[in-house]
């Protein structure tokens, strides 16, 4: 049987694994009426995407729920595949033009496609190679994009029947703008930002009259589009001027005064602009009152031809400033006052968003919304944390039609074509001359809301999609809980007539340790490949599960990713361990009834299944973290650091029934760690199970998932383990405390009932091994020896004799020394923090320090005492 190397190193093993599990089929899926399936689709990152800690996140945990589920004989499948991501892809492609010297404008829709197409072959495939390398089970051989042949036509195939149903519609609306783009986005792509800027208070005169109106306005530029000034019909300053006209300086248009119960007349001056082509309250005026709606800006957010000469061509900015001075010069400014607001930001642009009047489609919501809605509150749906069904049923519950055009030429263009009057919409061009298609293409969001169904080629009723349809299990960010999820939900009831899945797991956000939230622009986040070759990979999914908890935000550090390295190299030297001490080779039999085993066995068998429970109970709450800490405390501290400790002495046992016993049930428990592992580690335990698994066993990756044994679960070997547990560790303590050198072995007196002594008896080898004893006395009428340590066990006494295993005197010194320094840092500290001063100016973290200080070297004071006490 070959030795594991002494140190384990991942770099040697991750891509061999990988590239095997590949090889022999593990990952692909199909339809088989003898097994249950369990799909995942994978949230497609968008294709100009590259790996990041929330996808080594998210990714980790949908393996984990694959891997468990193929391992449990389900049919799994997860299906992996990109976004065409229209704006943040038509982004690169236009930069990359530039680099060449080209511009968007200079190219025909069609060339600017070839680029587009170029592009995606060149640096698409990317993050799906990342992926690969993070260990995910993806069945590769289905993998999609959002602009696959068979996945465009599930897209234009939906915009046809819900077009045909009256469910899309095209109509003039004011719409989010971004200027970077010149596109239309949606609401949720509109990030607001507090902007500290000025209040501009503008006096319009009345025409008729010695009156004036004056406004207060943040976007002095948009009173160019005024057509009306509002006032609130019970406002008595102002109800005298309803019906009048006031003349718009620098225009020369002459306005109405309307009254609208919509105006506060509380806020500002009580007169309120009215811009209907550039602000959403403003539109609903216009409709209302049937204003004029004066489009003043160009669609990359200059001013346009409708606005007096001078102002033409400029930017929104630079005509802010240009009509403040032309109006002040008029004497139109009656004061300016800072103010901060909240501006609405493009996400993909950064930059300040229009309210644009223009055409473009839209989607009714109300009648897809309303099944979705009933299948989350009915619980056919189930949100984790659940607390996110309030967050959807508010969006739901308030939704309005999706604008769903992009003024984009990357994308599922509209299937729509006009020939003069006559419209016609369908997945297959019209027949005849003169048909002119609509230039917009579809918000990538709705294309990826068919995600689950679009996968498997629907609208064609294919065994694939009556198989693996619906999903069981989506794996996604909180913050696209409105762009897809909510969707996916519509669009399976729209079109199935079926939810699309189970379950909904959001994921945490990550931040950094000053509490930020990872990004770019901070430069906070960590390269994942480079964490990857520091701690191997297996050591940064499993690091990140521990520091995960389900509906909290995840405080990034590289110490947890140290733990997670610590217990890989832990396992393995666990299992070189045992591995070595196999003379015979791997035992040919297996644990079959716990009855004739010795306490040890008992225990560790009953623990290990104990840990199987928790671990199922766990994972099927969607806690990732706990079910990682069960196998981190089972794997380290009842295996490694007790049955390993115990097996030490009994390996080599003279009583062969005894050391077969061991072995036997260490290799038993050691497989059972891998197999609970496997999801959270692949690499390390496929490795490891290549040296441990039984004769003919398949690989780890297809190894059954652990089944409990009950008639195992022993709560008496337990209870009696962990008094046994409690001695050596009691043992231990003083030990360290003292000072006593570890190859110099001690004597141990117990004063212990009749049932305690029973039981320590009987392990007295494994007490005697792991304490480093020479004796043990065990007897209910023991008296202390002169000059011991003590301690006190589930009501037993227990004395280790301290004469001849130190010195005492020099011990004792070493003691009051130590006491001494202590006493001085102890007053200096005392008299800092009871300094009011410096608790004032000090820096918080400085003052968290100091007392944490104070707190350690008082435990420290008061462990020297007792020590002292102890030598008396």
């Known amino acids: 049987m070959p030795e594991l190397e002494k140190v384990y190193q991942p770099q040697s093993i991750e891509d061999r694994w990988y590239a095997e599990w590949l090889e022999k089929g593990y990952f692909s899926g199909h339809p088989n009426p003898e097994k249950i399936p369990y799909t995942i689709v994978i949230p497609p990152p968008n294709v100009t995407g590259m790996l990041t800690m929330g996808h080594v996140l998210n990714n980790t945990i949908q393996d984990i729920l694959i891997r468990k589920a193929r391992m449990e004989g389900k049919e799994a499948c997860w299906i992996p595949g ?3 991501a229209s704006i943040a892809t038509e982004a690169k492609v236009v930069k990359m033009l530039a680099d060449r010297g080209l511009t968007k404008d200079q190219l025909s829709r069609e060339e600017f496609l070839n680029h587009a197409w170029e592009w995606k072959a060149k640096y698409g495939g990317i993050i799906i190679n990342q992926l690969k390398k993070l260990g995910c089970s993806c069945d590769w051989d289905r993998e999609r994009f959002t602009m696959d042949e068979g996945y465009s036509r599930a897209v234009l195939e939906a915009f046809v029947r819900l077009y045909r149903k009256g469910l899309i519609y095209r109509g003039h609306r004011l719409v989010n703008w971004c200027p970077v783009s010149k596109s239309a986005i949606s609401d949720e792509e509109v990030i607001h930002r507090e902007v500290v800027g000025h209040l501009w208070y503008l006096r319009y005169d009345v025409l008729d009259s010695e009156e004036s109106v004056v406004v207060a306005t943040t976007r002095p530029e948009t009173m160019l589009g005024d057509t009306a000034i509002a006032i609130n019909p019970n406002d008595d300053r102002f109800r005298h001027l309803i019906g009048k006209t006031v003349e718009l300086p620098l225009v020369g248009r002459k306005i109405p005064i309307i009254a609208d119960d919509f105006v506060d007349p509380e806020f500002g001056t009580g007169c309120v602009k009215v811009t209907p082509a550039h602000d959403p309250n403003d539109f609903s005026m216009g409709e209302t009152h049937q204003l004029e709606f004066v489009q003043i800006l160009n669609e990359d957010a200059t001013l346009n031809d409708n606005v007096p000469e001078p102002y033409r061509g400029l930017t929104r900015e630079a005509a802010r400033e240009q009509v403040v001075k032309d109006l002040d010069a008029l004497g139109r400014i009656v004061k300016i006052e800072d103010y901060t607001h909240k501006v609405g930001f493009s996400e993909r642009g950064q930059v300040p968003i229009e309210y644009y009047f223009t055409e473009q489609w839209f989607m009714k919501m109300d009648t897809l919304a309303a099944p979705a809605l009933e299948a989350v509150n009915s619980g056919k749906i189930r949100f984790h944390p659940e607390h996110w069904v309030k967050t959807f049923n508010h969006w739901m519950e308030n939704i309005r039609d999706w604008c769903i055009s992009r003024q984009l030429w990357w994308g599922h263009r509209i299937p729509v074509w006009y020939r003069g009057e006559e419209i016609y919409c369908g997945v297959e061009p019209p027949e005849g001359e003169g048909w002119v298609q609509d230039p917009d293409v579809l918000d990538t969001w709705a294309s990826s809301w068919l995600w689950p169904i679009g996968v498997h080629n629907w609208p064609d009723d294919s065994k694939d999609l009556t198989y693996f349809y619906p999903t069981d299990a989506l794996v996604t960010g909180p913050d696209i809980i409105f762009f897809w999820v909510a969707r996916m939900i519509m669009a399976g009831l729209e079109f199935r007539n079926d939810i699309p899945f189970k379950d909904v797991y959001f994921t945490s956000i990550l931040r950094d340790a000053q509490g930020r939230k990872f990004s770019k622009s901070l430069g906070n986040s960590p390269n994942p490949f480079d964490l990857f070759e520091q701690y191997g990979t297996d050591a940064v999914r499993f690091g990140i599960m521990l520091m995960a908890p389900q509906g909290l935000d995840v405080l990034f550090t590289n110490s947890r990713l140290e733990v997670g390295r610590n217990f890989m190299n832990k396992l393995w030297n666990a299992s070189r361990f045992v591995l070595m001490n196999l003379p015979d080779g791997l035992p040919t039999d297996s644990v079959r009834s716990v009855d004739s085993l010795d306490l040890p066995e008992r225990w560790i068998l009953s623990r290990y299944q104990q840990a199987i429970v928790k671990l199922n109970r766990q994972l099927d709450r969607f806690y990732f973290n706990e079910a990682a800490k069960v196998i981190y405390e089972f794997t380290w501290n009842d295996f490694c650091d007790w049955y390993v400790e115990i097996a030490k002495t009994r390996f080599q046992s003279p009583d062969e029934n005894s050391a077969r016993s061991a072995r036997v049930v260490a290799v038993h428990v050691l497989r059972g760690i891998l197999a ?25 990756i297809v190894s059954p998932w652990p089944k409990v044994n009950p008639d195992w679960i022993d709560t008496s070997a337990e209870q009696e383990m962990t008094l046994v547990q409690d001695v050596i560790t009691a043992v231990r303590t003083i030990r360290g405390q003292m000072n006593i050198p570890p190859a110099r072995k001690a004597d141990l007196v117990l004063r212990a009932e009749k049932t305690a002594a029973s039981i320590l008896h009987r392990q007295e080898a494994v007490i ?59 007053a200096g500290l005392q008299k800092k923090l009871g300094n009011e001063k410096f608790l004032e100016r000090a820096p918080r973290e400085v003052v968290i320090r100091e007392k944490q200080k104070l707190a350690d070297m008082t ?11 102890l030598l008396e």
Do not use: C
């Open 82 to 84: 990109t976004d065409h």
């Open 676 to 700: 609970m592992l496997h999801p959270y580690a692949p690499f390390i335990t496929e490795e490891l199970w290549s040296s441990i698994r039984p004769e003919n066993a398949q690989d780890l």
């Open 768 to 826: 005697k091994s792991l304490g480093s004893l020479d004796t043990i006395t065990i007897d209910p009428h023991a008296l202390r020896p002169p000059q011991s340590a003590t301690a006190v066990i589930q009501g037993l006494e227990l004395f280790l004799p301290l004469e001849g295993l130190i010195d005492i005197d020099l011990e004792r010194k070493r003691l009051q020394k130590r006491q001494h320094e202590l006493n001085g840092h102890l």
């Open 859 to 869: 435990e420290e004071m008061n462990k020297l005492t007792a020590n002292l006490e």
